[in-house]
């Protein structure tokens, strides 16, 4: 029985997917993983209000 992590990792080879699936790199992984722990929800939100992060 394959581990959530193994499925995960299978699904993305299938898909062909990189290795930092859903981010495009490791780059925008490492903002993601810092944004997580270096800055706090008030801070996101003003973030994520600008117009250079919405669509």
Do not use: C, H, Y
Request: net charge negative.
């Amino acid at each position: 029985m394959l581990i959530e992590f193994e499925k995960l990792e299978a699904s993305q080879e299938k898909d062909q997917l990189s290795e930092w699936a859903p981010f495009q790199s490791e780059e925008e992984w490492k903002v993601a993983e810092w944004s997580m722990s270096a800055v706090n929800q008030g801070n996101a939100d003003r973030f994520l209000e600008m117009k250079m992060t919405s669509n």
